[in-house]
């Protein structure tokens, strides 16, 4: 069957005292957004607010292939919006997955149920049970409510596409939740066991419970390099061009801040060193610019299921001055390996006039990094 999932990321961050849309918070080097996406195997719509920082969201929609279309003053003009982008780019649609983009915790497994239940039944639900005990507050006290007949409704809720589109159509009251637009039309819902874990952030202690969760599987790395200079050489280091009288001497353009970072890189994730990936006497790499190396060390960790999380580099020079160029080479590096700048760090310090380099016969560099397992291991 052909399903599309429909990512509904309204929201302003309010209740998570952020600031920003909850959906773009950053953990571990990658958003609630992008973990979320990262689940579905199907193609992906992602309903934004107008507010939301459009280029983060169109970098976020390119890496899952996934398309985007802005949402509307409420919940359920949102989601219309969402269906309407999916009749239109994909006509063959049979069943969509309606899902909060600020529940990350969800299984591939839960996606696959829901959409085959839907497909058979028309609509598909996620509950848990609920096991705290309950009270309604009412004008003349409180009521207990026996928790055995409550249910906690969960996204993604998968319905026939045509059938949902139509009770949208003629949805005209502002619903949270779409299982309630189906019941108005079509009466009530398959419900299916959903997952305890599949929580919704939503709190300022739901994102800090995200973000160590996120941080559980960590790995520290080192890297170390050394480059001797040699005359008639360009001098390049975290991808810039240093004018300088001299360069290093190397196979590559011998940018020995970006080889100890992808060093730091492979180390941290058990993998042998760039020497091995490669090679100095591969013509291949004769010449090669670093940076273009230092992506593809980062697809490698990608596959090892292995995110950057963030570098420190030490540049050790007795000169030239290398002050003037530390921000381009974070900025380098961090595009390179899919980070924002704050999350490289570089210092440059001389060695005092003492040994090789302090006789300014080359130049040192050194890396520590902490990788992060990606999400689809984590569950
Ligand atoms: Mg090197």
């Known amino acids: 069957m052909k399903t599309v999932a429909l990512v509904a990321c309204g929201g302003s961050g309010k209740r998570a005292h952020l600031g920003y849309n909850k959906v773009l918070h950053i953990s571990g080097g990658i958003s609630i957004l992008e973990h979320t996406l990262s689940k579905f195997s199907c193609p992906c719509v992602i309903v934004f607010n107008e507010q939301d920082d459009k280029d983060t969201i169109n970098k976020i929609a390119k890496k899952y292939n996934a398309l985007t279309t802005l949402g509307g003053s409420t919940r359920t003009q949102s989601v219309k919006n969402g269906?309407?982008?999916?009749?239109?780019?994909?006509?063959?649609?049979?069943?969509?997955?309606?899902?909060?983009?600020?529940r990350p915790?969800?299984?591939?497994?839960?996606?696959?149920?829901?959409?085959k239940e839907a497909y058979l039944h028309g609509s598909a639900i996620p509950y848990t049970i609920c096991s705290d005990s309950v009270k309604q507050k009412t004008e003349s006290g409180y009521i207990n409510i026996d928790r055995a007949s409550l249910m906690y409704i969960q996204t993604p809720q998968g319905f026939l596409f045509d059938k949902i589109?139509?009770?949208?159509?003629?949805?005209?009251?502002?619903?949270?939740?779409?299982?309630?637009?189906?019941?108005?039309?079509?009466?009530?819902?398959?419900?299916?066991?959903?997952?305890?874990?599949?929580?919704?952030?939503?709190?300022?202690?739901?994102i800090k419970y995200w973000e160590r969760f996120v941080m559980?599987?960590?790995?520290?790395g080192n890297g170390y390099d050394y480059h001797r200079f040699d005359a008639g050489r360009k001098l390049i280091l975290g991808g810039v061009e240093i004018p300088f009288e001299k360069g290093?001497?190397?196979?590559?353009?011998?940018?020995?801040?970006?080889?100890?970072?992808?060093?730091?890189?492979?180390?941290?994730?058990?993998?042998?060193?760039?020497?091995?990936?490669?090679?100095?006497?591969?013509?291949?790499?004769?010449?090669?610019?670093?940076?273009?190396?230092?992506?593809?060390?980062?697809?490698?960790?990608?596959?090892?299921?292995?995110?950057?999380?963030n570098a420190s580099i030490v540049i050790v020079a007795q000169y030239p001055k290398l002050a003037p160029f530390v921000d381009q080479m974070k900025a380098n590096?961090?595009?390179?390996?899919?980070?924002?700048p704050d999350r490289i760090g570089?210092?440059?310090?001389?060695?005092?006039?003492?040994?090789?380099?302090?006789?300014?016969?080359?130049?040192?560099a050194t890396a520590v990094c902490l990788l992060v397992k990606t999400s689809k291991d984590m569950l």
Not at 86 to 91: A, L, Q, T
């Open 248 to 309: 290093l001497l190397g196979h590559s353009d011998a940018d020995a801040a970006t080889h100890c970072l992808m060093d730091a890189m492979l180390s941290a994730a058990g993998l042998k060193d760039i020497g091995t990936y490669f090679p100095d006497n591969d013509n291949k790499y004769k010449g090669a610019n670093s940076i273009e190396l230092l992506k593809q060390v980062s697809e490698i960790l990608l596959e090892q299921g292995y995110r950057l999380s």
């Open 346 to 364: 570089i210092s440059a310090t001389t060695n005092e006039g003492s040994g090789a380099i302090g006789r300014g016969e080359g130049i040192a």
């Open 216 to 220: 559980t599987d960590t790995r520290v």
């Open 83 to 102: 269906l309407e982008l999916i009749k239109n780019s994909y006509p063959d649609c049979e069943v969509v997955l309606i899902h909060d983009g600020a």
């Open 105 to 115: 915790y969800l299984s591939p497994d839960l996606i696959q149920k829901i959409a």
């Open 333 to 340: 590096l961090a595009s390179a390996t899919g980070l924002t």
């Open 165 to 206: 589109y139509k009770a949208y159509s003629n949805a005209t009251d502002s619903f949270t939740d779409d299982s309630a637009v189906y019941e108005q039309l079509y009466g009530d819902c398959h419900m299916v066991e959903g997952e305890v874990q599949n929580t919704k952030i939503t709190t300022p202690y739901d």
